[in-house]
C-alpha cells in the first residue's frame, strides 16, 4: 500500500491546518492508521491514531484536546485536524498503517508509511 500526505503549510501559533492522507487501495481499511511526526534532530513521535472503524482513538499528550484524527474507510482516507498550533508542532507529519489490530504508539508497528508532509508554525 501507499501513502500520500498531504495539506501541511507555513503557519501562525494559533492557527488551524488539516492534513490529509490517502491511501493507494482498501488493505488499510481493517487496520488503525495513525500519525506520526518528526522534528529536526528527534525521534518520530506518535501524535495521534484511529482505529479501522473510526470509533476508537488514542492521542499524544501534547496533541490531546487540539488534535483530532478520522478517518473515511470509503474513501481510503485518513486526516488530522489540528487546532490552536504552537511552534514546537513544527515537524514533518506521516501518517502510517498498523501491523495489528491496535493502536500502537511505537514506531515498530507500523507497516507502511508516507513521505511526509512539512507543517511550520511561527511565533
Known amino acids: 500500500v501507499q501513502l500520500v500526505e498531504s495539506g501541511g503549510g507555513l503557519v501562525q501559533a494559533g492557527d488551524s491546518l488539516r492534513l490529509s492522507c490517502a491511501a493507494s487501495?482498501?488493505?488499510?481499511?481493517?487496520?488503525?492508521l495513525a500519525w506520526f511526526r518528526q522534528a529536526p534532530g528527534k525521534e518520530r513521535e506518535f501524535v495521534a491514531g484511529v482505529d479501522w472503524r473510526g470509533g476508537r482513538t488514542s492521542y499524544s499528550d501534547s496533541a490531546k484536546g487540539r488534535f483530532t484524527i478520522s478517518r473515511d474507510s470509503a474513501k481510503n482516507m485518513v486526516y488530522l485536524q489540528m487546532d490552536s498550533l504552537r511552534p514546537e508542532d513544527t515537524a514533518v507529519y506521516y501518517c502510517?498503517?498498523?501491523?495489528?489490530?491496535?493502536?500502537?504508539?511505537?514506531?515498530?508497528?507500523?507497516?507502511?508509511w508516507g513521505q511526509g508532509t512539512q507543517v511550520t508554525v511561527s511565533s
Open positions: 487501495d482498501r488493505t488499510v481499511s481493517n487496520n488503525p
Open positions: 502510517a498503517v498498523a501491523r495489528g489490530g491496535f493502536i500502537a504508539t511505537a514506531r515498530e508497528y507500523y507497516t507502511a
